[in-house]
């Protein structure tokens, strides 16, 4: 059974700090793009960050570039996202999503940055 779970998820105050996990289970990790995507409300789900499976290269996206980083331990079967100099419009339902011969999400868990 394959799942995805995120936890780190909650409120943090403007210039704050945070760090998501998405721990995986039921398919072989080491071998899948991983991602993290947030949707904040009404509006579209977007990308935010990946982390390939060889060699762990980086994307991120224009947004959080500088203030987040993606990484991911093959040996746990876990990948993150440090959010540091967190913004209100940092606000959403973050959600990792691991892309292979299959695709697969979380559920999602919520970030509020608010005063």
């Known amino acids: 059974q394959v799942q995805l779970v995120e936890s780190g998820g909650g409120l943090v105050q403007p210039g704050g700090s945070l760090r998501l996990s998405c721990a995986a289970s039921g398919f072989t990790f080491s071998s899948y793009l991983m991602k993290w995507y947030r949707q904040a409300p009404g509006k579209e789900r977007g990308w935010v960050a990946s982390v390939f499976s060889a060699g762990g290269s980086t994307l991120y996206a224009d947004s959080v570039k500088g203030r987040f980083t993606i990484s991911r331990d093959n040996a746990k079967n876990t990948v993150y996202l440090q959010m540091n100099s967190l913004k209100p419009e940092d606000t959403a339902v973050y959600y990792c999503?691991?892309?292979?011969?299959?695709?697969?999400w979380g559920q999602g868990t919520q970030v509020t940055v608010s005063s």
């Open positions: 999503k691991a892309v292979g011969t299959s695709t697969y």
